[in-house]
């Protein structure tokens, strides 16, 4: 998989950074703040994430998807590596990620790829959009954030 910054938003993008985050009002505002990736192979998109300057040093990982069918092949970890990267070629010296409490499989995936629960943004996800989400059977309200020491 090839990595590089995204050039053009088509709908395959678009559907791809709403399956991390099912607000377009949101995913247009970090997007038009930050850096978007995509990770393509063969002409086909397979993954996508956006990066966001959040705080002096601070680099943050705000949207993370892989195509369904290519889940769990390490596509994921590979975009994180590619993020760190890219952190410390810009001088951040810290990443960080917030997800769902109740998205076992991304808490997994960060804690894998080396980052550290700093806390719980209590009812964020009910704050911030309009239709409850649910998520492996439970409705989502906290974010857990973590961060990485670059």
């Not at 806390?119 to 309200?141: A, M, Q, S, T």
């Amino acid at each position: 998989m090839e990595i590089q910054e995204m050039k053009k938003m088509t709908p395959a993008h678009q559907e791809l950074l709403l399956q991390a985050d099912p607000s377009w009002q949101l995913v247009s505002d970090y997007l038009a703040r930050g850096v978007c990736f995509e990770g393509v192979e063969a002409d086909q998109l397979l993954a996508i994430m956006v990066l966001l300057p959040t705080r002096p040093k601070t680099l943050e990982l705000v949207n993370l998807a892989v195509i369904e069918s290519r889940h769990n092949q390490g596509l994921a970890q590979e975009m994180i590596r590619y993020a760190i990267v890219f952190a410390k070629s810009r001088h951040f010296e810290t990443m960080a990620v917030g997800t769902g409490s109740t998205g076992i499989g991304q808490l997994y995936l960060y804690q894998k790829c080396g980052f550290r629960m700093i806390g719980i943004d209590h009812d964020f996800f009910v704050r911030h959009y309009k239709e409850p989400i649910f998520e492996n059977g439970l409705e989502l309200k906290d974010m857990v954030r973590l961060k990485l020491e670059l």
